[in-house]
């Protein structure tokens, strides 16, 4: 690696997204209409979602929000 390059981060798609997290692809699209501001996936060149890790620990966080302490979108 050359000196003052990062590493670039690993990024996912919203199936692997899905497959990682348990949680519903359609359910991730609204969650990121809801949750812009903690939610924002890039996009590549053809439109597509890409994740982050940090992307994906939002949605974790979210859905045991949600999911677990019962928490309403509003909340």
């Known amino acids: 690696m050359k000196p003052g390059k990062l590493p670039e981060e690993t990024l996912y798609s919203i ?5 990682i997290t348990g949680v ?10 809801e949750f812009r501001d903690f939610l924002n996936p890039l996009r590549t060149q053809g439109n597509q979602r890409r994740y ?3 992307d994906i620990e939002t949605i974790e966080r979210i859905n045991h929000l949600v999911r677990v302490e019962g928490f309403t979108l509003e909340g």
Do not use: C
Request: net charge positive; hydrophobic share 40%; aromatic share 12%.
């Open 52 to 54: 982050s890790r940090t």
């Open 24 to 33: 519903a692809k359609p359910t991730i699209r609204f969650w990121e209409k």
């Open 15 to 19: 199936a692997q997204v899905n497959a």
